[in-house]
T-cell receptor, first 113, second 111 residues
Framework: DAGVTQSPTHLIKTRGQQVTLRCSPK?????VSWYQQALGQGPQFIFQ???????QRGNFPDRFSGHQFPNYSSELNVNALLLGDSALYLCASSLGTVSTEAFFGQGTRLTVV | QKEVEQDPGPLSVPEGAIVSLNCTYSNSAFQYFMWYRQYSRKGPELLMYTYSSGNKEDGRFTAQVDKSSKYISLFIRDSQPSDSATYLCASIRTGFQKLVFGTGTRLLVSP
């Protein structure tokens, strides 16, 4: 049973560029949440997608946007990258919107130079 | 003030020791409490979660929640070098979707 898979694993971008990160949820899960984890910090909630709609959003600017596809996979897009966007981006999947049993992927390490 | 506070450590213990990891939280609306383990360069792995106050045991791990003092604990018995990782506590409000994490405590178990 494949767990949560994210791609790519590492990415280097230049300030001002745009980036798209991808996530495939665990088999049987229909909800995807995205988190940003800065070095030495806990993950911070970006947003959650369920039934192809954004259900809840954390304190992140509109530069962060997402999408969920009919097969439940999801993308995170970040526009106008800043140095401060450098972090580990985590995708978590769950069955339904309650995140008590959320499973995380290995993350995408984004470095903005 | 962060909603979930956690000592970043590192906490160093010898193999076989009982480990106590702790968090405090400020939001009385939190109802679910989770512990995640995160190895270096990996995503967090759910160890266990509890609802409201009380204890929950799973093998060598015991989670404890005291809502009156807003205190969350994870005990690890017979600690092993393979337990060396960062341990993250997280909380969630009923009806809300986002997990609120502490900063994580780094645990080092020496052979």
């Amino acid at each position: 049973d494949a767990g949560v898979t994210q791609s790519p694993t590492h990415l280097i971008k230049t300030r001002g560029q745009q980036v798209t990160l991808r996530c495939s949820p665990k088999s049987g899960h229909d909800t995807v949440s995205w988190y940003q984890q800065a070095l030495g910090q806990g993950p911070q909630f970006i947003f959650q997608y369920y039934e192809e709609e954004e259900r809840q959003r954390g304190n992140f600017p509109d530069r962060f946007s997402g999408h969920q596809f009919p097969n439940y996979s999801s993308e995170l897009n970040v526009n106008a990258l800043l140095l401060g966007d450098s972090a580990l981006y985590l995708c978590a999947s769950s069955l339904g919107t309650v995140s008590t049993e959320a499973f995380f992927g290995q993350g995408t390490r984004l470095t903005v130079v | 003030q962060k909603e979930v506070e956690q000592d970043p450590g590192p906490l160093s213990v010898p193999e076989g020791a009982i480990v106590s990891l702790n968090c405090t939280y400020s939001n009385s609306a939190f109802q679910y409490f989770m512990w995640y383990r995160q190895y270096s360069r990996k995503g967090p792995e759910l160890l266990m979660y509890t609802y409201s106050s009380g204890n929950k045991e799973d093998g060598r791990f015991t989670a404890q929640v005291d809502k009156s003092s807003k205190y969350i604990s994870l005990f690890i018995r017979d600690s092993q070098p393979s337990d060396s990782a960062t341990y993250l506590c997280a909380s969630i409000r009923t009806g809300f979707q986002k997990l609120v994490f502490g900063t994580g405590t780094r645990l080092l178990v020496s052979p």
